[in-house]
């Protein structure tokens, strides 16, 4: 007595879980990228000017070293 296996499950309501599932993915995704374009907003349009400040004072300083009287050898 051999019954199929397609007999035994509910495609209605697996394709239901399954939408589920996509639904909550879905709205992880948004969530996450709303979450990074705030932050991203935040940074060059809100602290704009901290980190404009923060980058000109970390700015590479060239300085004059004066030579060895013996580097030449």
């Known amino acids: 007595m051999f ?3 397609d007999v035994l499950r509910d495609i209605y309501r697996e394709a239901a879980i399954n939408r589920q599932r996509v639904v ?5 995704v948004v969530v996450a990228l709303v979450l990074l374009g705030y932050r991203y907003y935040d940074l ?3 602290d704009y000017q ?5 980058s000109e004072r ?11 009287s013996w580097s030449h050898l």
Not at 59 to 68: D, G, M, Q, S
């Open 24 to 28: 909550v993915a879905a709205v992880i």
């Open 50 to 54: 901290q980190f404009l400040t923060q």
């Open 58 to 68: 970390n700015r590479v300083r060239l300085e004059a070293i004066p030579p060895n």
């Open 44 to 46: 060059q349009i809100v």
């Open 3 to 5: 019954v199929a296996r």
